[in-house]
């Protein structure tokens, strides 16, 4: 249920079709029951947000995927960019990519001092290390950008406070940087939500908008800063990656304990999960792809899924009550503080890498049928 605004123009015949089947619709604008907003591409077009930002330069601190992804999709729509990077790998990546030394590549004090619109995408970790770096810099008038609120919702422990006299916004694409820039050379986009987390100038929401669409974004979907922080925490530890490594453990193991060869394990828990089911669920939705399975496998489904899910509902809860009371912040920035944090993080991935299951996945995957 939800509120759309989109252009009457491209959306008009899917707006049509979905008034069929809930009457709160209403046309170009409606609020339907959840009042929740979307915002479309063609409701900010290209042009309408270099009219929004015309004068103002852009400077992204960080040149990690997302700052990547974001800065050079910026550049290729045609704003006012710059890059604030560090001396080291990302300042000679953001070379090989064109950025121009002195002009739009600045040592990060040079490039917040310079920038109308400061986006801040070091790591959380890094954010609250530089940020009494940045705080001369965010002068009346101007724009701090954020693309995940961390710092700004647990500020207790983060020190993260901007000045008042700022406008403070937060676009968060749903994915990586790679997927942000990839979907932006394909022609596509990928979806972000956003927040007006501090409206100093009264046009914060237009800024957020130009800037949102100007990385490519496809649609926005509105948040609060503090939401966006807990769905994106859960989201992270449990379906998007930690519950999913989880589950692809389980039952690999389960296969394997019960004399399957580690080539079966593999293919039936993630080779046929990542190729060939997930992508049609993406396309398809869920309820297509168990009316177009086999009847063996589609009854099993239904009769298993609501047991899953009361199984893991709990879990999952679990995680977002710490997310939630601030304990994943303090286990996050005491984990990444300690010194010895990467040195201890590449045993941990090593050893997910060489197991079984991930070992068996490489040599597999050679075996994929090329095109």
């Not at 709160?24 to 915002?39: C, D, L, P, W, Y």
């Not at 960080?62 to 604030?84: E, I, K, M």
């Not at 609120?149 to 937060?170: A, S």
């Not at 974004?217 to 490594?245: P, W």
Request: hydrophobic share 35%; glycine share 8%; with cysteine.
């Amino acid at each position: 249920m939800l509120r759309a605004v989109v252009s009457q123009t491209k959306y008009k015949s899917a707006l049509n079709r979905i008034s069929n089947r809930v009457s709160h619709f209403r046309s170009f604008s409606a609020t339907i029951q959840s009042g929740e907003t979307i915002v479309q591409r063609s409701d900010y077009p290209i042009d309408e947000c270099k009219r929004i930002l015309e004068g103002r330069k852009i400077a992204v601190l960080g040149y990690g995927p997302q700052g990547r992804g974001q800065a050079l999709n910026l550049r290729d729509n045609g704003f006012d960019v710059c890059v604030g990077v560090r001396q080291g790998n990302s300042w000679d990546k953001a070379k090989e990519d064109g950025w121009e030394e002195g002009t739009s590549l600045l040592p990060m004090n040079v490039a917040a001092k310079e920038g109308n619109i400061i986006q801040y995408l070091l790591s959380d970790a890094a954010q609250i290390q530089w940020w009494q770096n940045l705080v001369p810099h965010l002068t009346d008038g101007k724009t701090l950008y954020f693309s995940h609120g961390f710092g700004l919702t647990f500020q207790n422990e983060t020190r993260i406070v901007p000045p008042k006299d700022v406008d403070v916004v937060v676009v968060a694409p749903k994915g990586s940087g790679l997927t942000v820039r990839t979907h932006f050379l394909e022609g596509r986009g990928i979806n972000s939500s956003f927040a007006i987390h501090q409206d100093a100038s009264g046009k914060a929401k237009d800024t957020c908008m130009a800037l949102a669409f100007g990385i490519g974004t496809g649609h926005a979907f509105e948040t609060t800063t503090e939401k966006e922080v807990y769905s994106d925490l859960t989201g992270e530890r449990c379906v998007l990656m930690g519950m999913i490594q989880g589950a692809f453990a389980a039952q690999y193991k389960v296969l394997r304990d019960n004399g399957h060869s580690p080539s079966e394990a593999y293919n039936e828990t993630v080779e046929e999960a990542l190729e060939s089911l997930y992508p049609l669920i993406s396309e398809k939705g869920m309820d297509w792809m168990f009316a177009n399975c086999s009847t063996t496998a589609q009854r099993g489904a239904l009769d298993w899924a609501p047991k899953f899910e009361a199984a893991i509902y709990p879990v999952i809860q679990e995680c977002y009550n710490n997310v939630k009371n601030g304990n994943e912040t303090r286990r996050s920035i005491e984990a990444n503080s300690d010194p010895a944090y990467r040195e201890k993080l590449e045993k941990e991935l090593i050893d997910i890498r060489d197991s079984e299951l991930w070992t068996v996945a490489r040599e597999l995957r050679e075996f994929r049928p090329k095109p």
